[in-house]
Nanobody, 116 residues
Framework: VQLQASGGGLVQAGGSLTLSCAAS????????MGWYRQTPGNERELVAT???????NYGDSLKGRCTITRDNAKDTVSLQMNSLKPEDTGVYYC???????????WGQGTLVTVSS
C-alpha cells in the first residue's frame, strides 16, 4: 500500500493549512487513518486519528485547532489546521491501519513551516 501526502508548506502564525493523504487503490480494508507529527527535537506524536466509522481522537498537540475528516469511498484523509503557531513546525505523517492488523503504514511526510 502507498500513501501520498500533500498540502504542507509555509504559513504565517495564526494561519491555516489543510493536509491531505490518499491511499493507493490496493488499500482494501482500511480501519484507522490519521496523522502524526514530528517537531524538531521531539518524538513523533499523535495529531489526530479517525476510524472508518467516523469516530475521531485528537492528540494534545493540536486539539481544538484541527479537524480530521475522511472520505471512505476515496480512501483519503484530511487534516484542517487552524491558528497555527511556530511550534507546530515539523513533518506531518499520515498513516493507516487495516482491520485485524496492528502495524502502521506511513506516508512520506509533508513539511509544515509556521513563521512568526
Amino acid at each position: 500500500v502507498q500513501l501520498q501526502a500533500s498540502g504542507g508548506g509555509l504559513v504565517q502564525a495564526g494561519g491555516s493549512l489543510t493536509l491531505s493523504c490518499a491511499a493507493s487503490r490496493a488499500a482494501l480494508g482500511i480501519n484507522d487513518m490519521g496523522w502524526y507529527r514530528q517537531t524538531p527535537g521531539n518524538e513523533r506524536e499523535l495529531v489526530a486519528t479517525i476510524k472508518r466509522s467516523g469516530f475521531t481522537n485528537y492528540g494534545d498537540s493540536l486539539k481544538g485547532r484541527c479537524t480530521i475528516t475522511r472520505d471512505n469511498a476515496k480512501d483519503t484523509v484530511s487534516l484542517q489546521m487552524n491558528s497555527l503557531k511556530p511550534e507546530d513546525t515539523g513533518v506531518y505523517y499520515c498513516y493507516i491501519t487495516f482491520y485485524g492488523r496492528s502495524e502502521f503504514y506511513w506516508g512520506q511526510g509533508t513539511l509544515v513551516t509556521v513563521s512568526s
